[in-house]
Each structure stands twice: as structure tokens, then as C-alpha cells.
């Protein structure tokens, strides 16, 4: 038999974005449709043909503002992605009202072994300036790289903990140190499924009673050459250099899109179970009602597949215990990329029959762009806000949409009881959350 | 509880790429550790590890042209993903649910082409800003970067490649928790199967951090051996002199099944895995808690899981015949895991064997967890216990059964299997013989 079923909510939201952190910036935004993407400025972008980002500026978020005093020397091994990371899991202990030991000297709300930590990472890209740095020390007078003087001196110019920055456990690492989190931690690694993942871990921890709240999410930093560059590999970047209309340069499920671009940013959310948030007196932003997971059989991994789109989301109706007809709004990936907006609108096309072009989508990838490993996380959360808000943001876009009802639009007051949240992902994974809402 | 088996093992390891002869060599103590020849790391503070040798991933699956050039991480996948399905025999299965067959792999990324990352940084490098022209970076990767290499760097990778070869469509999920990722994925595949979301899941890892950037990291870290002689000999687990660990490569892989579902096929068991235990440490990211306190956590939580109480014996002897150790030969490694199992098993603790199958094949990294577990399988199966070999010069401080430099002959029933990484990560597993 399979395991207690016991209810899980999400408690807490925290996200950062290239509008900042925390939800209510993101959400703002897209409550007034203004994109936060423009031209990459960490780097000059004009040796790439994709030009533009979701980019926090990087005065705008700076960690060691927010970690406790004993970690800050630590936020010097910290790489981007990390201090993405922490930066989201602190405004989600914060929103969800939680004592750690980050917040105060006061004991935890919940103790420490009780709380695990399920954060989805990316591959995360050397910093070229960092590596660069050192790797110039062994380049010979004819231009070429020294191998020999690297082994035998030229390393010794990469600072001792260079490749702990590096490791995408890290973010979970500093996040359950920071927090004090000693229940099971992991870090899924599926690209844009793997916040989705990871939620679906923190619920099935949870249940199976080896935690009783996690902190889960993801993030990911794509703003940086080389992963631009292995983003580039993959031909799902759009060709633009910042002179575009930057409001309708994302353009998902539309016979015009080319493609998508390199976002950063990420969200952390306090999953717990519904036991634990009552007996604390906590807030539930919306229940986790269904989840589905699957793996592509199609024949690139680059390519999405819309038999497991529509088969992870069957399963997470059968266990929500509703129908396709139950939900109200839909959050795709939606990411401007052909391939994979053609596969989501079969797969939903698939469940939702022709019911699928009057049902309601929330688009989070034109206003921050693909964040990849903490895209998911960006998406629940903006859900989850729909959910708490009864508010359908605003999209950008096309004028025209094809199979969704994803075109441009306003923002607008509806009712919403139920949030299909799909993340198809480079790699063939797939997860479908339904996200339910919490009578007070 | 849904009883979760193993039906099918496969490894592909410095020690060799089958089931027997891997087995074979181990219990003869034999080591894999040599001289690394897939770069000159000649000026490296670390020239050996234990590399995978005579391994052609295109033998282990039906048509290599669906592949599109795998990783190697994705190629050793590959190669013990198909001896575990093979001998699962899932593949004579006609029934088998593809959308209730899944994966939960702990998969490292995939090499790093160090010679045109190294041209390509040192040559857009702006001396006078004293950083890289991004624009002079952009160029030339264009035209030294192998792009399909490079998105095959992803670590889910082997995910994809690893379905595509069997078609399989259920949940899958890829964690890197540094070397306690394929642990942690076993022990996920089962909670999957536990609750009801698959019948079937390929888990295990695979990982080679084999190339100059990889052994730059650790050798920064200080974290390999330096080890100046018989490189055999460098891998030294509980050790009074053990200078680090050795780097290894490879991958493990294993079917499991819920009992119900191997049942239904007339499938035989090689083991049931009854406990997984995981925890953070949250203490520092260079170190361990000095406690054992997350190692102890994960091993007290596997056996809880297992309902067997550690300090408990059977007719005078321990629940537990073997303890797997993660043994990575660093001095804080052994010592806090001695400490850990110590805390756990009380006075049961001396009489436990443990030893480390690094001192023979190196450390997996991502790999480790998998092949480790399987390990434990085939010492239930055999009979034996495999050594930690290079134990010449015991730590006086280290004083449990570390079954040194000699294989034993042994009744084993009850396996416990451990693995801890970088950032606090700490998982154990517990397998037992298959019993109706």
C-alpha cells in the first residue's frame, strides 16, 4: 500500500528575480505587464546572438546583507546561483513566519531535524573572469596553454575552495547551514523541472514522516558567458540584441515566436504539512493537491514530448481527485521556444480537449526570462500569489496564440480554486503540480 | 510498508566493467589505482587514479546512433544500466508499464574539455582590464567548443540517455548531492515505489571527474592523495597515514521493483533494500560536524526505517554483518564515520566488519554510493566480505573491524551502506537478503 497521504501546503513564499526579491516585486510587475528583461550589462553581450536577460543588477541583491554575521565570511565561496538561492529561502522563512537560526536567538519553530531542504540547481558555469585569472597564468609566449606549468604552479592561482563555489549541492548546503535545516536535503539537478522536483521530494519526504517542512525550490544564475554560451548550444535562444520591443520579444505559443532567453533567479517555498502549519498557527498560501512526473521519449533531448506532458498531468488530477474541467488557470512553461510550446499545447491539448482555449494561463518567462533550474520555482510562486490574490496577472506576448488562450492581456480579478503548473524541461523531464486553494 | 528488491546490477568501475570480474578482483584485494593517461598530469600534485579502462559504451546498447555522442558519465551509465536490465530480465517482460517505470539517478556532469576551455579563457583575457574580453570569449568559444559536448555537460543527461535505450516514460528525477548522490537516489527510488508512483525504477550514478579542471578542484581542496610511490598503495582508508582520497570513475546501477510487481513476472530477488536514512549536516561547508552528528542521523534513520535496532544482537551476534563504509581515506572522513558507526552501534560496534572499497577502485564521487550498495548485494549473495586493502599502518584512534588487506568468508545478512559528500550531505542504506 502506498504511503500516508497526508495534506501538504505551501506556507511560505520566497523569490528573487531580475525585479528583486521577494514575490511582491515580481508580482507587481506583472500585475502591470512591464517586463523586467533588457540587455545583458554584466558582460558585454554583443559577441552573443541572443543579447538580452533577465538580469538582476547585482547592487540590487547583495547576500551578505542578508546571512547571519557567523556566515558571511562564507559568502565568499558562494557563487551566484547560491547567493540566489539564499536570498529566496530567506524571504520564504520570512513569509512564511518561521523562527531559524538566521531569524533569531529565539528556539526554531520547528526543530532543526524535523526540516529538510529540496533546492533544484543547475550546471553551474565557472565564472570565466575567475578561472580566466588563473588559467593566463600558464599560457606560453607562443599564445598556448601550458599544461605542465597549470599541474605544477599555475593552479595554485585558483583559491583553495574554488570548486566547493561550484558544486550544485552548495545552494542546499549554505541554505540548510544559514537556517540550521538537519532533516534530508537534496538537489535536483533536471534543469527546468527541477524545482518542480524538488517539491514533488519535499511533499514525498514529508508524507513518508522524515520531515515536517522543507524548504524547496530552486534557482539558477544564466547570466554569465559560459552558460549563455551552453544555453546558445542548445538553439533554443532567441536572436535579439535589446533594441526589440522587449514587451513582446517572448512570445509563448504564438506561430511567431523564435525562442526564449537566459533568465536568473529562482524561489524558495516553506512545503510543509498541514499538520505542522495549523499546529503553529501558520498561513497556507494553497494546498499541493496532485503531482505528476515523467521522463520524454522523444528523440533529442533538447526536444519536449507531449505524451509525458499530458501523462504527468493526468496523474496529478488522479491525485488531486479532480478533472481537467476543476482547474481554473494554467501555468506552462511557456517559454517561446517552437519545440516546446508546440508539445505543451498538444499535451494539454491532449487532456484539456477543446475546453483548452478558454482556460486562463499565467506566463512568467516574457517578464523574467528562463531561469531554468529555479524557473519551476519562479512559476509555483507566482500561483501560489494567483491562488492567495484571486488575481490573474497580466501577459505579454503575441496578439495571437495558438491552441491556448496565452495571448496579451490585462490583469484581472478572477476566482481560483485550482492552478495547473507544468514545467516540461531540456533533458526530457517533466513534472504537472495542481496547486489547490485553502478555505480560511 | 511496499517491499521494495533489487533485481538487476550492473557496474562499470576502474576494477572492470561486469559483475564478476569486478567481484572476482576485489575480493582479491587487487588494486585499480594507476597512472592517469588520459591527460598528462604528470606536473599535477596528484598523477594516479582509478580510471575505467578497455569500456566500449556501444556494446551495451542496441543502436548507438540514437545516443548523439554521449558523455562519458552518460556512456558509463549506459553500460551498467544495461547488465542491471539484462539480468532483471524486464527486457522479456511484455507487460511491462513504461509510464510506471522510472528513474532516480545521482549523475555527475559531463566532462569538461579543459584544452579548449583553457585556450579559450586565456585567449580572450584582457590584460589591461585584467579580465575576459567577453566578446573575444564569445568568438572563440564559437569555434573550440564542441556544442553537443556541451549540453551533454547537463547532469540529467544520463537521464535522458538511460531512458531512451529502455523507453522509459515514469517519474525521473537526476540529484547531485556531491558524493552521496547515488545513495540518496536509491534511497529516493524506493520512497517513489513506496508510494505508489512506479512499479519499476532504474537508480544508481555514474560520474567521472577524471580530467585536469576535476583534479585541479580537488587538489586545491587538498582533498587527493599526493601520495609519492606505488600508486596501488595510495588509497588508504583508516590508515594512521591515509593522505587523501584517490580519484575514481564509473557507475553503478540497479533495477528495483516493488515485491508485488517482481512477483508478478517471476522475477527473482537479489536483495530487498528495507532502510534509507538521509540528513544535513548544517555545520560548515569545508567540514564535517566533529560529532558525526548528520553521519550518525542518516545511519540511526536507515535503521529505524529498517526496524532494527543497532545495539540489539541475534543470538549473540549484531542485526548487521557489514557495514559499506564511505571510507574515503581522508583523515576526517574515517575518523568521524568511525565515530558516527560508534554512536550508533554502541557496544555492537567492534564487532561489525566495515571496510572501504575505495582503498581498491578510488572514489566514484557521484558513482560512489551505487556501486558500494552493490557491493553489499554480493556479499550477501557470496558470502564474503571484500577488504580495505593498504591497511598496513592502523590508526590507533580508528579501532573497528576494517577487515584489513585480506577478503573474509562471512554469514551476511544484513547490510548497512553509507555515503556522505561535500556541503553535509549524508545518506545511508540498509539491504537485506530477500526472505518471503
Redesign the interface.
Same mark, same amino acid.
Given at each position: 500500500?502506498?504511503?500516508r497521504q497526508e495534506q501538504v501546503v505551501i506556507s511560505g513564499v520566497g523569490v528573487i528575480t531580475c525585479f528583486g526579491v521577494g514575490i511582491g516585486l515580481l508580482w507587481d510587475a506583472m500585475i502591470e505587464g512591464r517586463t523586467g528583461l533588457k540587455r545583458i550589462e554584466r558582460?558585454?553581450?554583443?559577441?552573443?546572438s541572443s543579447q538580452v536577460a533577465g538580469e538582476l543588477p547585482e547592487d540590487d541583491f547583495k547576500v551578505r546583507k542578508i546571512v547571519p554575521k557567523s556566515h558571511r565570511k562564507?559568502t565568499k565561496?558562494m557563487c551566484r546561483d547560491t547567493e540566489l538561492a539564499v536570498g529566496a529561502a530567506a524571504d520564504a522563512v520570512k513569509s512564511a513566519g518561521l523562527t531559524t537560526a538566521a531569524t533569531s536567538d529565539e528556539p526554531p519553530t520547528i526543530a532543526?531535524?524535523r526540516v529538510?531542504?529540496h533546492i533544484g @540547481?543547475?550546471?553551474i558555469s565557472a565564472e570565466? $573572469?575567475e578561472? /580566466?585569472?588563473a588559467?593566463?597564468t600558464?599560457?606560453k609566449e607562443d599564445?598556448?596553454?601550458d599544461?605542465?606549468?597549470?599541474?605544477?604552479e599555475g593552479?595554485?592561482n585558483?583559491?583553495?575552495?574554488?570548486?566547493?563555489k561550484?558544486?550544485?549541492?552548495?545552494l @542546499?548546503?549554505?541554505v540548510?547551514?544559514v537556517? $540550521?535545516?538537519? /532533516?534530508?536535503?537534496?538537489?535536483?539537478?533536471?534543469?527546468e523541472a527541477s524545482s518542480g522536483?524538488s517539491i514533488a521530494?519535499s511533499r514525498?519526504?514529508i508524507?513518508?514522516g522524515?520531515a515536517d517542512a522543507c524548504l524547496s525550490g530552486g534557482a539558477e544564475d544564466r547570466v554569465n558567458?559560459?552558460a549563455l554560451?551552453?544555453q546558445h548550444?542548445?538553439g533554443r535562444l532567441a536572436d535579439c540584441d535589446g533594441s526589440e520591443d522587449l514587451q513582446t520579444l517572448i512570445k509563448p505559443f504564438s506561430e511567431d515566436a523564435t525562442g526564449t532567453v537566459i533568465g536568473e533567479g529562482g524561489g524558495i517555498m516553506i512545503v510543509e504539512s498541514k499538520t505542522s502549519c495549523t499546529a503553529r498557527n501558520g498561513s497556507p498560501w494553497c494546498s499541493i493537491d496532485g503531482i505528476g512526473?515523467?521522463?520524454?521519449?522523444a528523440?533529442?533531448?533538447?526536444e519536449a514530448d507531449p505524451?509525458?506532458i499530458e501523462?504527468a498531468i493526468n496523474?496529478a488530477l488522479v491525485e488531486a481527485n479532480c478533472t481537467a474541467n476543476d482547474i481554473d488557470v494554467i501555468v506552462p512553461l511557456g517559454s517561446g521556444i517552437p519545440q516546446f510550446d508546440t508539445a505543451e499545447r498538444d499535451g494539454l491539448t491532449s487532456v484539456f480537449g477543446d475546453t483548452l482555449a478558454s482556460i486562463q494561463t499565467i506566463t512568467t518567462v516574457p517578464y523574467t526570462g528562463n531561469c531554468m533550474a529555479g524557473n519551476g520555482a519562479i512559476a509555483i510562486s507566482v500561483a501560489a500569489k494567483a491562488i492567495k490574490e484571486q488575481t490573474l496577472p497580466a501577459r505579454l506576448g503575441a496578439n495571437e496564440t495558438s491552441g491556448l488562450l496565452a495571448s496579451r492581456s490585462d490583469s484581472k480579478s478572477m476566482s481560483i480554486n485550482k492552478v495547473l503548473v507544468v514545467t516540461p524541461?531540456?533533458?526530457?523531464?517533466c513534472v504537472a503540480i495542481i496547486l489547490g486553494r485553502v478555505e480560511a | 510498508?511496499?517491499r521494495v528488491v533489487i533485481t538487476g546490477m550492473g557496474w562499470v568501475t576502474p576494477l572492470g566493467n561486469d559483475l564478476d570480474t569486478v567481484w572476482k578482483r576485489m575480493c582479491n584485494g587487487e588494486s585499480a589505482i594507476a597512472t592517469i593517461d588520459r591527460?598528462?598530469?604528470?606536473?599535477?600534485?596528484t598523477t594516479f587514479a582509478g580510471q575505467v579502462r578497455d569500456f566500449d559504451w556501444k556494446e551495451f546498447v542496441q543502436n548507438p546512433s540514437?545516443h548523439?555522442e554521449p558523455a562519458m558519465n552518460s556512456q558509463f551509465a549506459l553500460g551498467a544500466a544495461r547488465q542491471a536490465w539484462d539480468q532483471s530480465g524486464l527486457g522479456e517482460y511484455k507487460d511491462l508499464n513504461?509510464?510506471r517505470s522510472?528513474?532516480y539517478l545521482g549523475a555527475g556532469?559531463g566532462v569538461l574539455d579543459f584544452?579548449a576551455?583553457?585556450?579559450i579563457?586565456?585567449?580572450?583575457?584582457d590584460v589591461e582590464d585584467?579580465?575576459?574580453?567577453?566578446?573575444?570569449?564569445?568568438?572563440f568559444?564559437r569555434e573550440r567548443?564542441d556544442?553537443?559536448g556541451?549540453?551533454e555537460?547537463?547532469?540529467?543527461?544520463p537521464?535522458?540517455h538511460v531512458?531512451?535505450e529502455y523507453?522509459?516514460?515514469?517519474?525521473?528525477?537526476?540529484?547531485?548531492?556531491?558524493c552521496a548522490a547515488s545513495t540518496?537516489a536509491i534511497g529516493?527510488a524506493v520512497?517513489?515505489l513506496?508510494?505508489?508512483?512506479a512499479d519499476v525504477m532504474i537508480s544508481g550514478g555514474t560520474h567521472t571527474m577524471l580530467h585536469?579542471l576535476g583534479i585541479?578542484?580537488?587538489?586545491?581542496?587538498?582533498a587527493l592523495s599526493t601520495f609519492d610511490g606505488d600508486p596501488r598503495k595510495a588509497s588508504k582508508p583508516f590508515s594512521k597515514d591515509r593522505g587523501g582520497f584517490v580519484m575514481g570513475e564509473g557507475s553503478g546501477m540497479l533495477v528495483l521493483e516493488t515485491l508485488e510487481h517482481a512477483h508478478a513476472r517471476g522475477a527473482t530477488p537479489l536483495a530487498e533494500i528495507v532502510g534509507f536514512g538521509?540528513?544535513?549536516?548544517?555545520?560548515?561547508?569545508?567540514d564535517l560536524h566533529p560529532e558525526g552528528?548528520?553521519p550518525a542521523?542518516a545511519i540511526r534513520?536507515a535503521l529505524a526505517q529498517a526496524n532494527i535496532d543497532p545495539t540489539s544482537t541475534i543470538e549473540g551476534k549484531p542485526p548487521v554483518q557489514y557495514i559499506s563504509a564511505h571510507g574515503t581515506s581522508t583523515q576526517e572522513n574515517d575518523s568521524i564515520e568511525t565515530k558516527a558507526i560508534k554512536l550508533v552501534f554502541g557496544d555492537n560496534a567492534p564487532n561489525v566488519p566495515v571496510s572501504s572499497i575505495k582503498s581498491m577502485m578510488g572514489h566514484l564521487i557521484a558513482a560512489a554510493g551505487s556501486v558500494e550498495l552493490i557491493t553489499c548485494v554480493m556479499s550477501i549473495q557470496t558470502g564474503m566480505l571484500v577488504p580495505t586493502i593498504n591497511l598496513d599502518n592502523p590508526d590507533p584512534e580508528l579501532d573497528l573491524d576494517y577487515v584489513p588487506n585480506v577478503a573474509r568468508e562471512a554469514q551476511v545478512d544484513c547490510c548497512v551502506s553509507n555515503s556522505f559528500?561535500?556541503?553535509?550531505?549524508n545518506n545511508t542504506l540498509v539491504v537485506k537478503r530477500y526472505e518471503t
Open positions: 500500500m502506498p504511503e558582460f558585454d553581450p554583443s559577441g552573443f562564507a565561496v532543526p531535524d529538510g531542504c @540547481a543547475g550546471l570565466v $573572469n578561472l /580566466g585569472a588559467l593566463v600558464s599560457k599564445g598556448t596553454f599544461l605542465a606549468h597549470w599541474g605544477s593552479m595554485q585558483l583559491t583553495p575552495l574554488w570548486l566547493l561550484y558544486l550544485p549541492n552548495m @542546499a548546503c549554505h540548510t547551514i537556517h $540550521n535545516c538537519q /532533516g534530508p536535503s537534496n538537489t535536483i539537478t533536471c534543469c522536483l521530494e514525498r519526504v508524507r513518508r522524515d558567458p559560459l554560451y551552453r548550444c542548445t512526473c515523467r521522463q520524454s521519449f528523440d533529442s533531448p533538447l505524451h509525458a501523462s496523474k524541461s531540456e533533458g526530457g523531464q | 510498508m511496499t591527460f598528462d598530469a604528470s606536473s599535477f600534485p540514437v548523439h513504461l509510464d522510472g528513474m556532469e584544452s576551455h583553457s585556450m579563457d586565456t585567449h580572450s583575457w585584467g579580465k575576459v574580453d567577453a566578446v573575444a570569449w564569445a568568438k568559444a567548443l556544442e553537443w556541451e549540453v555537460q547537463e547532469p540529467n543527461m537521464l535522458w531512458a531512451k523507453g522509459l516514460q515514469g517519474p525521473a528525477f537526476n540529484c547531485l548531492t556531491a540518496q529516493e520512497s517513489v513506496r508510494a505508489g508512483d585536469a585541479t578542484g580537488f587538489n586545491r581542496l587538498t538521509s540528513s544535513a549536516d548544517a555545520y560548515r561547508i569545508t552528528r548528520g542521523a534513520n559528500g561535500f556541503g553535509g550531505q
